[in-house]
Structure formats: structure tokens, C-alpha cells
């Protein structure tokens, strides 16, 4: 998904989810500052039976990974703490198969280390 045709991609992942799509994309500026576009994709029937997809950008930048991941991981444990029934977090723990056909890497992605939550900003 280009966003601009100044930015490399360099990793890529989508994620299915019924009429939804989520992509991942891992880019780098031409100063090679890299971030995260997270896209969700919805598949629209229109009334005259075309279809359309409606689509949602977030920017994430790299100083702001470690604090993104936090909130996320905070929103989902109050989710699955505060308001599912111990039989719906059963079923969120269920193993899930993914296709591998999602998961699409440049070459560059094989020679940079993977993303850790644990690791300080200034790694990067």
C-alpha cells in the first residue's frame, strides 16, 4: 500500500478479519527514519452492487512504538479481565492458522532485527 512514492517499504503484513483487512506496513523515509502505517481496510457493498473499500490510516512513529504497544496491551487486558466472560477469553486463546501469504518481507526486513517492546527508544 503506497502511501507516498518517496517511502520504501520494507516489511509488510496483512491480517484478514471477515470484511475487514489490517495492514502493517513497515517504512523508511529517504533519511531512513522508519515508522508504522496501520491500515484497516472494510469492504463495502454500494447500493447498485459495486463494492468499494473504505480505508483508515494511523502513522506510528518509531519514538512512539514502546508507548503504543503499552496502551494497546493495557486496553486489551482490561477487555479480557473487566469484560469477557471466561468462556469468550477461551475462545481469544484458541490457537488461530494464519496463512503465510499475509506475511510479505523486503529485503531489507531479513537484515534488520525484528521490533522489541523491551528494547529502549534509542536502539533504534
Known amino acids: 500500500m503506497d502511501d507516498r512514492p518517496d517511502q520504501e517499504e520494507i516489511y509488510s503484513q496483512r ?6 483487512t489490517y495492514f502493517f506496513d513497515v517504512k523508511a523515509t529517504r ?3 522508519y515508522y508504522l502505517t496501520i491500515t484497516e481496510s472494510k469492504r463495502r457493498q454500494n ?20 508507548k503504543f504497544v503499552d496502551a494497546l496491551q493495557d486496553a486489551v487486558d482490561y477487555v479480557r ?26 529485503p531489507v526486513a531479513a537484515q534488520r532485527p525484528a521490533f522489541d517492546a523491551n528494547r529502549s527508544d534509542d536502539s533504534y
Open 15 to 20: 491480517i484478514k478479519a471477515g470484511k475487514r
Open 31 to 33: 533519511g531512513q527514519d
Open 47 to 66: 447500493n447498485d452492487d459495486s463494492v468499494s473499500y473504505e480505508k483508515h490510516k494511523i502513522f506510528l512513529y518509531k519514538e512512539d512504538f514502546l
Open 81 to 106: 479481565e473487566e469484560l469477557l466472560t471466561p468462556e469468550e477469553v477461551a475462545e481469544l486463546d484458541r490457537p488461530r492458522e494464519y496463512d503465510e501469504r499475509d506475511r510479505r518481507e523486503g
